[in-house]
């Protein structure tokens, strides 16, 4: 039981980070893909 309980803290302590870069990059995503196509639409408009 002990070494279950082991195993199981140690796979949530490797997807945690995991987890954290995932979102992070995502959301980086999402912000970088708005600005480009904010930037596409300002020149569109000049």
Do not use: G, W
């Not at 949530?12 to 904010?38: A, E, G, W």
């Amino acid at each position: 039981m002990q070494n279950q309980a082991s195993e199981l803290a140690l796979l949530r302590s490797q997807v945690n980070p995991h987890f954290l870069f995932n979102t992070l990059n995502n959301i980086y995503s999402l912000v970088y893909r708005k600005m480009f196509f904010d930037i596409l639409e300002n020149k569109k408009c000049n």
